[in-house]
């Protein structure tokens, strides 16, 4: 899972803020309010996993590019693999 520069500074912005809420969830957890620190503990949770899992609209142009160039455009590694074991199954 290989972050871009712009996911990568997107996904410390949300670091910057869940971790301290998260960190105010587990003390209040521990100061005996369940409730409320679970459910900080899970915003902050929240804060991290949804816009790395969450498609948004303005992510779908991206995705349908994506797509088509990834089902046009074969990985160079897979072909030079590929070749490198029917040279292999040839010689033997």
């Known amino acids: 899972m290989r972050l871009g520069i712009l996911e990568t500074v997107g996904l410390a912005a949300s670091l910057i803020f869940a971790v301290p809420l998260g960190l105010f969830g587990v003390e209040t957890l521990l100061s005996g ?3 409320l620190g679970g459910g900080l ?3 902050a949770v929240l804060m991290v996993v949804l816009p790395r899992r969450l498609t948004t609209p ?3 142009p991206g995705a349908v590019v994506e ?4 089902s046009a455009v074969k990985d160079p590694d897979a ?3 590929d070749k490198g074991e029917n040279e292999n199954e040839n010689e033997g």
């Open 79 to 81: 072909d030079a693999g």
């Open 33 to 35: 309010q369940p409730v």
């Open 58 to 60: 303005a992510d779908l």
């Open 41 to 43: 503990v899970a915003v």
């Open 67 to 70: 797509r088509v160039v990834g």
